[in-house]
């Protein structure tokens, strides 16, 4: 089985060349790497690849910028694997993510979706463990067992009460994904919105215990510039309702509470309280109060 990795490009060339070398050095030889660029018009890009010269790697540049949703589907479109990870232009793969992969999928045919455990890199590629993924530790179900493999109500309640999954570095089985496009209307929320998605379709979601990932966090990804003007928070409000009328109609009760409940978004919201305080920003104190203490819905 060859193991496609699709890798939309914009950003540093530097950290560019990190993540395909950390392709390069996988300890399994069953891969195909295909990087599109976004037209980031960095010329030593091209020069990079012109100096690779792979056989197993594709380069090739958009027409037009197609932005994070359209550089996925188009991830999606060009892939011809049976599975795909369509990772970050920052992040890293270990050398066992493939050999992990692959194991997984002898094992676990049914897996929809697989989420490697991660480790969290800064800019300067030390390991940096934040709060955001100390709660996504907490939240992510245990694998001291061994994998995990969570389906239906289960597994839509877990994502719900709070997204611990790292989208970069989950593994789709390419008939599924092709079937799932993202929903209109949303920047933030789309990865989380095709993952519970998958599950409403009777998907399934395997979770495994070895780290095979790093992800690269910075100050200014697009969720965190949409932080403080509330967009962010206005958008996942938008999510979950409409994910919680469709979660009643399968009779979901524990996906339909924590739609309603949103509780990691509120105190997320809450913990930003302090800053926009300081920062003297009444419009966003504003915005975040209404979302940590608004009205609960969908959760008789």
Known sequence: MTFDIMLPYWGEPAYLFQTVESVLAQDSDNWRLVVIDDRYGDPSVPEYFERLDDPRITYMVNEENLGVAGNFEKSVELATSDYLMVMGSDDVLLPNYVSGMERAIREHPEADIIQPNVETIGSNGRVRWNLADRIKYLLRPSTAQ???LLRGDEAASRLLVGDWLYWPSLTFKRETISATPFRDGYDVVLDLG???????????????PDVTFRYRRHDESVSSVKLLDGSRFAEERDYFARVGKEIKKRGWKKSRRAAGLYATSRAHALSLVPKALRLKNADALRALLRHSFGPVGNSE
């Open 194 to 208: 095709v993952v519970i998605d998958i599950l409403l379709a009777g998907g399934t979601l395997l979770v495994l």
């Open 146 to 148: 061994g994998p995990v």
